[in-house]
């Protein structure tokens, strides 16, 4: 019988369910991230080309 605490079992967790990780400040992270990338790319399109 296995213990469910091994690290490759949480390794294993973490690759194929990424949600069980989740955070307190996920949200955040999500919409900083997400936020961050949309200027990216709006900055990338209306740069003044010089």
Do not use: K, N, Q
Request: aromatic fraction near 12%.
């Amino acid at each position: 019988m296995g213990c469910d605490l091994e690290p490759l079992s949480l390794l294993r967790a973490a690759i194929t369910h990424p949600a069980l990780f989740w955070t307190p400040y996920a949200d955040w992270i999500y919409t900083v991230l997400s936020t961050g990338g949309l200027l990216l790319c709006v900055w990338l399109v209306l740069r003044p080309r010089t």
